[in-house]
């Protein structure tokens, strides 16, 4: 069974960092591609960055561009998402998402973590 | 900067057939897009329905189903049950490891 489990939300100040992380099991990690997905409170769902399965390779939403960075350790099986330059229009359920590469979809949802920023 | 439309809101009776639609501001949907469907029901994470513009996920049930109409991509509902009362998002692969997801309908079964 795929399982994806967050962690590392909360609340931090507006420029501050966190450190997003993805537990995965259940399914060579490796093999694929990963992806973050946000969605503000009350709002919709905004891809943010993507990372393919070797790592080798990474993508952003502008909004996010020189501030997160996603990366991989398929050693561990987890994906991070490492935000700096927090703003509150960061603030968030962040999901974990795995994709299915040969049909483009996101196959897999975790639960989320939320991130707050705030003062 | 590509934009991703979807009905805000939609109403649908018990029994009755609903199509949901997901376009682009400038330009048309078509399969090499490969338009994905979501349902998304309050504090819950999202799950997939349909890929591929009209393949339906491991267990959805066959009343949803996806298709390109016109120059957008559509799913539809037939046979509404109440408990397809829910937030659907569609989302288009943009290709370069690029996604878009669009606004997201709030599908009321009434």
């Known amino acids: 069974e795929v399982q994806l489990l967050e962690s590392g939300g909360g609340l931090v100040q507006p420029g501050g960092s966190l450190r997003l992380s993805c537990a995965a099991s259940?399914?060579?990690?490796?093999?694929?591609?990963m992806s973050w997905v946000r969605q503000a409170p009350g709002k919709g769902l905004e891809w943010v960055s993507g990372?393919?399965?070797?790592?080798?390779?990474?993508y952003y939403t502008d909004s996010v561009k020189g501030r997160f960075t996603i990366s991989r350790d398929n050693s561990k099986d987890t994906l991070y998402l490492q935000m700096h330059r927090l703003r509150a229009e960061d603030t968030a359920i962040y999901y974990c998402?795995?994709?299915?590469?040969?049909?483009?979809?996101?196959?897999?949802w975790g639960q989320g973590t939320l991130v707050t920023v705030s003062s | 900067q590509t934009v991703v439309t979807q009905e805000p809101s939609f109403s649908v009776s018990p029994g009755g057939t609903v199509t949901l639609t997901c376009g682009l501001s400038s330009g048309s949907v078509s399969t090499s897009y490969y338009p994905s469907w979501y349902q998304q029901t309050p504090g819950q994470a999202p799950r997939t329905l349909i890929y591929?513009?009209?393949t339906r996920s491991s267990g959805v049930p066959d009343r949803f189903s996806g298709s390109i109409l016109g120059n957008k991509a559509a799913l539809t509902i037939t046979g509404a049950q109440a408990d397809d009362e829910s937030d659907y998002y569609c989302v288009l692969y943009l290709g370069s490891g690029l996604w878009v997801f669009g606004g997201g309908t709030k599908l009321t079964v009434l």
């Open positions: 998402v795995k994709e299915r590469g040969y049909n483009h979809f996101f196959d897999y």
């Open positions: 259940g399914f060579t990690f490796s093999s694929y591609a």
């Open positions: 990372i393919s399965g070797t790592g080798g390779t990474t």
């Open positions: 591929s513009t009209n």
